[in-house]
């Protein structure tokens, strides 16, 4: 039942979600003694008032780009994955060991080869899940939440146990060599003249991101295997009933998901860091899922999500910089952010679909009913 | 090797102060998803309790000190007969600290910490309930917002009150719960095995630890053995059922998500006031994620819960002593894998490998009546 204009549904449902989590977290600024409008203005010239501010813009936005897209892939599939944190940080140990191993001629093979290793490490930590949840019904959520705490302790060993170079006292992995540094967004504009920020972060994951975001678009909307996880996110059932396995849908579904939020790993620590710590991921793994619900699960949708969250990060550094609000205001607005664009949904859209029904009832003649002949 | 240590009378005594907020926050989720509402917001609800508890405790503590100073300045004022200092001096204590200082005077400054607390994650309650029982929200993306709430205001609100980098200040005497001695503690801690098990281990914890374990039999009680109990568990199961017979599903469903969040809301109390003194950014560290895990581990049932929290706390508490283990089994464990196990199996046991665990049926979806 189509109630309301496509339009309505993909723009105005979300703006409507948006404004409501905008003016309640001016109204927490103000609560805090602060001005809401001074704090946006600070915010908007911290984070693209330069191209410092827009390297780190874009770097936190990379990351969210691969953990959004990760949910989104899993909700199409009817499939909520909480353990993008636990997935990127697997990730993360898969670039580590591809990186610190093997002595990798140029950055470009090393590149390839660690978006492997973090895509292969990161859908084998989802594999577990999704093949307990396709087999044994386990469920999803609940086990990807466990192997989140699961994650953490097992990278917390190999840090502290394994990989932490002799007479280091920090948890951390030794740096990688200098043949395997990313090019960052300095490098890269710098040979057609624009000069970029050399401190930002922002780097040629970026770019593997944004061909990520194009090849889940084709995936899900362009292919059989996409329509097929479409069909069997709707309804299960009807799926089963035309020949889609569920156990191949989930597992599926599952990998890529898995595969894309470990990815996250190769801006994080093959781009930033350059070396595996212990919270890499700093709960990128968690605002993938505001920024698919906000990008309605749709690739292009999680892009602009993902930069508007990145510009939230930005921010809200500069604004802990600048102000007394602390950084955890942007955990709030994401709160805000999943709450009414997630679990309030309908809140917004009941009384929308109200509207935009009296609309059509008002507009469309009214047919005309006769009086039903009573049985004889 | 010396097994009999790895149960030494320390380890347990703490292992029954950890399991206490476990288990609270265990049956809080247990009343919610009985009634068919997932809650993975039991971290926040935790947290928000914790942060309030701790600092509406300090804040009484500190003005009612502050108006006692007053009221001595002013006494002494009025004494030598200066009405112009008494009144200045009066003026140091108006406002929120005439409040607090006030409050103070019909309860302990950490009972009002509780009521706050409590007050707080109901208020959390009431959103989850708002979204997945009013708007037939999603109940995980719901929890999931509530718990980066809690995360990001706890720290918000403590800055803007305390400045003192999220944290509020440490709790002093009437601001946290104090140990209790139960009766013939001392008397009896003479006797052989059963005096200090009884002295250390049963007797002196503070009075949450044993309304914790109270709410066990409460809670078996009040859903095994009423009728409200039965039609709470019905309503996780089938709703529609409930419905036809004429009893309010969205009622029941909002009474359970507010007894959720009072046990919630003691649970982070008691972390704030009892375990520690006073409140620090993210002080629930996951624990509201080990009692659903508990949750699942005791398969929805009361008393399972407490053994499963028990196991857990234990784990919290071994963790804490490496040196026991080591001495005990005569090999280093790694830490790592004593945190990682609740978590290791808990997944186990939804696998079902040992023992399926079967949620509520109609745990997580909303109830749509029949039109």
Not at chain 2, 19 to 34: D, K, N, Q, W
Not at chain 2, 225 to 250: I, K, Y
């Amino acid at each position: 039942m189509d109630v309301m204009p496509k339009w309505a549904e993909v723009i105005l449902v979300p703006l409507i979600s948006l404004i409501l989590a905008a003016i309640l977290s001016a109204l927490v600024i103000l609560a805090i003694g602060e001005d809401p409008v001074a704090a946006v203005n600070l915010m908007i010239t911290g984070a693209l008032g330069s191209t410092y501010g827009w390297g780190y813009t874009l770097y936190y936005a990379t990351n969210f780009m691969f953990t959004g897209l990760a949910v989104s892939v899993a909700f199409h599939a009817g499939l909520f994955n909480i353990g993008g944190e636990g997935q990127a940080m697997l990730g993360g140990l898969g670039v580590a060991l591809v990186l610190l191993f093997i002595p990798w001629p140029h950055w470009t093979i090393a590149l390839l080869a660690a978006t492997a290793g973090a895509a292969v490490f990161g859908a084998l930590w989802a594999a577990i899940p999704a093949y307990l949840q396709a087999k044994r019904g386990s469920h999803i959520v609940i086990t990807t939440i466990m192997f989140n705490f699961i994650a953490a302790a097992v990278l917390n060993y190999m840090l502290v146990n394994q990989l932490r170079p002799a007479g280091s006292m920090d948890p951390a992995t030794a740096r990688f060599v200098e043949t395997v540094h990313l090019p960052n967004l300095h490098e890269m504009l710098a040979p057609i003249g624009i000069n970029f920020s050399k401190a930002a972060p922002a780097n040629v994951s970026l770019v593997i991101a944004m061909i990520a975001c194009v090849l889940v678009w084709l995936l899900i909307w362009r292919t059989p295997l996409g329509l097929e996880i479409r069909s069997y996110g709707k309804s299960g059932r009807a799926a089963k009933y035309a020949g889609i396995g569920a156990v191949r849908i989930t597992m599926i579904a599952m990998l890529i998901s898995g595969a894309l939020a470990g990815m996250m790993a190769i801006n994080n620590v093959m781009g930033e860091a350059e070396r595996l710590v212990l919270n890499a991921v700093e709960g990128a793994g968690f605002i993938g899922i505001a920024v698919a619900l906000m990008g309605r699960s749709h690739p292009f949708g999680v892009f602009l999500a993902a930069i508007l969250f990145g510009f939230l990060y930005q921010g809200g550094a500069e604004l802990a910089l600048w102000t007394s609000i602390p950084r955890e205001l942007i955990v709030v607005i994401q709160a805000l952010v999943i709450l009414f664009t997630g679990a309030l949904d309908n809140m917004v859209r009941m009384p929308l679909e109200k509207i935009f029904l009296a609309a059509r009832m008002a507009r469309a003649p009214k047919p005309d009913r006769k009086p039903t002949e009573p049985a004889e | 090797m010396d097994i009999l240590a790895l149960f030494d009378l320390s380890v347990l005594d703490s292992t029954v102060r950890l399991a206490t907020p476990l288990l609270l926050a265990c049956l809080a989720g247990l009343f919610s998803e009985r009634a068919g509402i997932f809650d993975i917001g039991l971290e926040g609800k935790m947290l928000f309790a914790a942060f309030f508890s701790a600092a509406i405790a300090a804040l009484v503590t500190i003005n009612a000190e502050n108006a006692e100073q007053v009221a001595q300045a002013v006494a002494d004022a009025v004494a030598n007969n200066d009405q112009a200092t008494a009144q200045s001096a009066a003026e140091g204590c108006s406002g929120t600290c005439r409040f607090f200082a006030g409050v103070s005077g019909w309860l302990p400054a950490v009972w009002i910490g509780v009521l706050a607390g409590v007050s707080a994650s109901l208020f959390l309650s009431l959103v989850h309930g708002l979204a997945s029982i009013t708007f037939r929200g999603n109940q995980l993306i719901s929890g999931v917002a509530i718990n980066f709430l809690a995360a990001g205001m706890t720290v918000l609100i403590a800055q803007d009150w305390f400045q003192q980098g999220g944290r509020t200040p440490s709790l002093i005497g009437g601001g946290r719960f104090e140990p209790i001695t139960l009766p013939f503690a001392e008397t009896l801690s003479g006797v052989p095995f059963i005096g200090p098990i009884y002295a250390e281990l049963i007797s002196g914890h503070s009075i949450l630890v044993y309304v914790a374990l109270l709410a066990v039999p409460g809670t078996w009680w009040l859903l095994f053995r009423t009728r409200f109990g039965l039609r709470l568990r019905a309503v996780g199961e089938n709703p529609a059922a409930v419905d036809t017979a004429g009893v309010s599903v969205v009622g029941l469903r909002f009474v359970a998500v507010g007894i959720c969040g009072v046990l919630c809301g003691i649970a982070g109390a008691y972390l704030a006031t009892g375990l520690q003194a006073g409140f620090v950014k993210d002080m629930t560290a996951g624990r509201g994620f080990i009692a659903l895990a508990a949750l699942i581990f005791a398969k929805w049932r009361p008393w399972h819960a407490l053994w499963a929290t028990l196991l857990f706390g234990y784990l919290q508490a071994i963790a804490l002593r490496p040196d026991i283990i080591e001495g005990a089994l005569g090999f280093k464990v790694q830490v790592q894998l004593l945190d990682a196990l609740p978590y290791i199996l808990t997944v186990v046991i939804l696998a079902g490998f040992v023992g399926k665990a079967i949620p509520p049926r109609a745990g997580g979806e909303p109830y749509v009546k029949e039109r």
